[in-house]
């Protein structure tokens, strides 16, 4: 009923279920509590959990005693099941048990069950409802109650604002050990997981919400093991390195985003990401042109103390053109990631050189009719053929951003 796992690229050959959840448990050398914590959580589970379920242990090569507890575990328990690695990884265990398994909803735990465990129903209802792609337990909630060192914190708040700063993340906890997300999903985001490690957790999600997935969020009461053998440096440095080498994979289009965003907006049982429509994206690209005006127009007023019109023009009208696809790109289009930026610019740079000939061709004719026209006559005018230039600038992202 267990196996010892050489392969990680082919399924896991252990019991077999086919159940609603599956919650894998990775582990190294946790033979003081791993009994303890999968008897705890099996029982929890089999009383309140109104769903079919099974509990996998992912031995990451333990050198203690741990192997023969999970087997132990596998043989007198039937929820329960055991699978040996050869190599050392958390994200190498999940990667190896998720791909392999049969539920409808995959997920994990850390052993030591610092996660109050009421909150697994919360966590997993969303996903089995199909209201949610993945859902997170997170200790940065107002309504969390988390127990842990003033160190530990301060990690924790500084990794997740440096994921925002960095990455663009709008989840609140990337490394809380309570995480599940639909097979459905896992099979699509598994292949472009790089990291086999800790950064597993943050490069997943990242990816998630690029793809535009949606991702619950559920505040965990969370009591730290102060037990805990993980390396705080070391982990640091991985998980800068991996926020490094994840950048560039989507600034680059390595990582192909676009691909499979598509691919889940293809399927007959998703609907399509909010916004996409045309009165959706009228009205964010509306907004965006709002700014972009005034922001045109503030840059054009301060520049026109020192320059001519047609300078103060030129310069205001390319700043904020490229700030404007890139806006746009995001916000009204749904395009994360550096596929096609290139592509993009260029036809936002087309864009400028459409609106830059209709407002300095304005301007050349409102100076030749009106030599001493004043900066109120100035502004209108260019608020006019700024508008035209905008439903051109529409039209043109639209085209190439589908």
């Known amino acids: 009923m267990t196996a010892r796992l050489e392969d990680t690229t082919r399924p896991v050959p252990q019991k077999r279920f086919t159940t609603a959840v599956e919650l894998v448990i990775p582990v190294y050398n946790e033979e003081a509590d791993l009994a303890r914590s999968v008897i705890r959580l099996d029982e929890y589970l089999r009383a309140e959990l109104p769903y079919s379920y099974c509990i996998t242990i992912a031995d990451n090569a333990s050198t203690d005693g741990t192997w023969a507890i999970a087997e132990e575990l596998d043989r007198r328990r039937p929820t329960v099941r055991a699978f040996r690695l050869d190599q050392k990884g958390r994200g190498r265990a999940l990667k190896a048990a998720w791909s392999a398994s049969e539920a409808a909803v995959v997920g994990y735990m850390d052993v030591d069950l610092s996660t109050d465990l009421r909150a697994v129903l919360p966590l997993l209802a969303p996903l089995l409802s199909n209201h949610s792609d993945l859902a997170i337990g997170t200790r940065l909630s107002r309504s969390s109650r988390v127990v842990r ?13 440096l994921l925002r700063g960095s990455l663009s993340a709008s989840f609140s906890d990337a490394q809380c050990g309570f995480k599940a997300l639909r097979r459905d999903v896992a099979e699509q985001l598994l292949p472009l997981v790089e990291d086999d490690s800790w950064f597993f957790d943050t490069e997943l999600l990242v990816i998630a919400e690029r793809v535009g997935l949606r991702i619950h969020e559920v505040p965990v009461d969370w009591t730290d093991d102060p037990d805990s053998r993980v390396d705080i440096l070391a982990t640091a440095s991985e998980d800068i390195r991996g926020i490094a ?46 700014l972009s005006t005034v922001a045109y127009l503030l840059i054009y007023l301060l520049l026109r103390i020192a320059v001519d019109a047609q300078v103060a023009n030129l310069a205001a009208l390319l700043i904020t053109a490229i700030a404007n696809t890139a806006t746009n790109r995001r916000l009204t289009f749904g395009v994360r990631g550096g596929e096609d930026l290139i592509r993009h610019h260029a036809g936002g740079l087309l864009a400028f050189g459409i609106g830059l000939c209709l407002t300095s061709g304005s301007l050349m004719l409102l100076h030749h009719s009106l030599p001493n026209a004043g900066r109120a006559i100035e502004v209108s005018v260019l608020v006019a053929a700024n508008a035209i230039s905008t439903l051109i600038r529409f039209l043109t992202l639209r085209r190439m951003m589908r």
């Open 149 to 161: 060192g003033p160190k530990r914190e301060f990690i924790s708040r500084s990794y997740n604002l």
């Open 245 to 290: 080498r994840l950048g560039r994979g989507l600034v680059s289009g390595r990582i192909p985003v676009k691909r499979v965003r598509d691919e889940f907006l293809g399927r007959d049982d998703r609907t399509p990401m909010p916004g996409n429509s045309l009165l959706g994206q009228l009205i964010k690209f509306g907004f965006v042109g709002v």
